[in-house]
């Protein structure tokens, strides 16, 4: 089992930027590969980031490539999402998901575990 609580969000001015952080409680952390979803109201769950169990793979969504960056900690059992440039359409609740594999996976049901999720707002 793990347990993840994402932590970071808030409220920022287009052109701003955030850094989430999502800590996963268990000692073997480094051997799941984590992402990052979000969901806008109205809107389906969409695959933001992922990062592989070592770090060595990151693989991101076209809309957030080049703007956004995942990183992890495995001493730490911490894994990131740095924003830069945010838009007003990157307004959701994000959520960081675990599962434990070697590959990264882009699609919700790729994931086993959850958090509750962090709101990001973006004002124009």
């Known amino acids: 089992q793990v347990q993840l609580v994402e932590s970071g969000g808030g409220l920022v001015q287009a052109g701003g930027s955030l850094r989430l952080s999502c800590a996963a409680s268990?000692?073997?952390?480094?051997?799941?590969?984590m992402g990052w979803f979000r969901q806008a109201p109205g809107k389906e769950r969409e695959f933001v980031a992922a990062?592989?169990?070592?770090?060595?793979?990151?693989y991101y969504a076209d809309s957030v490539k080049g703007r956004f960056t995942i990183s992890r900690d495995n001493a730490k059992n911490t894994v990131y999402l740095q924003m830069n440039s945010l838009k007003p359409e990157d307004t959701a609740v994000y959520y960081c998901?675990?599962?434990?594999?070697?590959?990264?996976?882009?699609?919700?049901?790729?994931?086993?575990?959850w958090g509750q999720g962090t709101q990001v707002t973006v004002s124009p």
């Open positions: 268990g000692r073997t952390f480094s051997s799941y590969t």
């Open positions: 990062i592989s169990y070592s770090g060595g793979s990151t």
């Open positions: 998901a675990a599962v434990r594999r070697r590959g990264i996976a882009t699609t919700s049901d790729g994931y086993d575990y």
